[in-house]
C-alpha cells in the first residue's frame, strides 16, 4: 500500500493528525464536559460489551472450514485498543475539531428496549449462521420482485442479518447489533471521519456546501455531521428504503436532509455535484467487480478537488495482531465479500477511479482514508478569511 498507514493509537490523548497546528481550538473542553463523555462512554461500554459477552454465552462458535493462520487476540488488547479510540475521540472533543454528539448519553427506556429485540432476534441469527441462511431473503414470496428492484449480490441475510436489508424491523436492530459487535466503538470510529470533514469544511459555507453520504444505512454518521454543520444540507443515498426511512427518522431534527434511493454504483446524481461524499462500511459488502464501478460513480459525482472520506473495516496487515480475526470474520457472519475486500489494493482501486488517496490511518477496527478527486478545484472552495485547505 502506497501510503503509510499512521496508527493513531500510537499519539493517545492527542487529537487525530488531520488536525492543523495553527488552528486553535475552539473552545477548552470544561470539566463538566469531560465528565460527560467519561460517564457518558464508560455506560456505553458497559452496555455493548456486555451484551457482546452475553451474546458470545448464547451462541455456538462456528467452526472455520480451513485452519485459521495465527492467534486471535484476547479481549483485554482490544478494550485496550478501545480505549485507545475514545481517548481519541475525546481529544477531538476537547480540541473544538468536532461535537460531542448530542445522544452519548442513551434514554435508558430506548436502550433496554433495542436489547430486548437484539437479544430476541438473536436466536434467529444463531439458526442462520448454523443453517447457511444466508438467501432468506429471496425466499420471502416476492423473489422476483427483488430481483427485478435490486442487484443479485445486494439480496442476502448479510452478517445473517433477519431479511437482509429489507424491513423495518432490521433498520431498526441495524445500530444496536453494529455497536455490540465492536462492544460500543462503532460510533467513534465513524466519527473519525469528522476530523477530515472540518478540514474540507474550513473556510467554507456550509449552507453553500454539498456533501453526500454514499450507503448511509441508518444515517449515524449524518447525525454526526449534522451535529457540527446543522446548516450543510447532506444527502442520505441507499438502496434500503427501509434503512432510508429510518435515516429520515433520525435525521428529522435537522433540515437540509434529502434522502436518495439508488445503487452506489449508479446513483442518477448529476456529474460534479458535491464537495464531500463519505462512505462508510460498504466497500467490504461489495462484490469485486462492483467496487470499480462504485469508486467511479463517486469520483464522477465530486466535484474536481472534491474529497471521499472512507472508513471501512481494516485490511489484512493493516494492524497484524487483528489478521487472524479478519480472516474469522467472513466465517461468523454471512459476508461473502469480506475475504477479497481485506486483501484489496484501495489506494489502486481508487487511484484508477481518479481518487487520489491523501491519507490512511486505522481507528480501532476501522481503516479511514481521504481521498480527493483529481484536477483544479476550480469554483468548489469557498474560502473566507481562513486559510483553505
Ligand atoms: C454495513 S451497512 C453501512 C451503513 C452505514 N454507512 C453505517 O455507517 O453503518 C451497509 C449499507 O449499504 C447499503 N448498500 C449495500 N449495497 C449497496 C449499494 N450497491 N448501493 C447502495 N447502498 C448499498 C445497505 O442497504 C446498508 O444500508
Redesign the pocket.
Known sequence: MGTAMTDALETEEQPSRHLSRDRAPAARAAPVARAAYAVGQAARVGVYLGQYVLSARLTTPVAPRQPIEGETPGLQPILADLRGLLQRDWANVAAGVYRMPHDLLDEPFDALRRAGRYFRDLRRVERRRHGRGHDEVLKRGEAERLRQAY?RY?LQN?HYQSDG?LSADSAAI??HQ?EVLFSGGADAM?RQALVPLAEVMRGRRAAETRMV??????G??LTFVKDNYPRLPVAA????PD?LAQAARNLRRWRGVETVQ????ATGLPDGSYDVASC???FH??PPR?RPQ?AREIARILKPGGRLLFVDSIQKGDHPPYDALIDYFPVAFHEPYYGTYATTDLEALFAEAGLRTLSVERAFFSRLMVLEKKGPPGGTRNCGSESCV
Open positions: 442487484p445486494y448479510f436489508w441495524y445500530d453494529v465513524r453520504d454514499i450507503a448511509s444505512g441508518t449515524r454518521f443515498l441507499d438502496l434500503s434503512y439508488a445503487a452506489a454504483e462508510i462500511f460498504l459488502e461489495l462492483v462504485v
